[in-house]
């Protein structure tokens, strides 16, 4: 079963909502039991959001990685390589944090 609350969104997994929510100290009273087919889609979806913010999590580690070689500026070409993956990375990065809002707003998430 899984309960969402109703002040903040948090969801629960368990046979019954926790007394009070983790996230905002709603009562257990807040907390709304999803249907069948609105737990499925969170639990189905749950490995790709995984997936999206883990690509996140790579492509800020890419704009670091290629702010350190704009900033040696050693050689145009490689400063333009840097300065090419630092946008990509952007990009990119974007694309998983559009497909993630996509997902919360079908309740996927």
């Known amino acids: 079963m899984l309960w969402k609350c109703s002040v903040c969104g948090f969801m629960h997994e368990g046979s019954d909502a926790p007394e009070t929510c983790p996230k905002c100290g ?7 039991l999803m249907s069948e087919e609105d737990a499925m889609k969170v639990f189905t979806s749950d490995p790709t959001n ?6 996140i999590k790579l492509t800020m580690k890419i704009k670091d990685l290629a702010k350190e070689g704009i900033a040696l500026n050693l050689d145009p070409n490689c400063v333009a390589v ?3 993956a630092h946008h990509e990375a952007w990009v990119i990065k974007q694309r998983s944090k559009a497909e993630l809002a996509g997902h919360m707003s079908k309740g996927k998430w």
């Open 26 to 32: 709603a009562p257990k009273e807040k907390f709304e």
């Open 50 to 55: 995984d997936i999206h913010m883990e690509i």
């Open 82 to 84: 840097f300065q090419q």
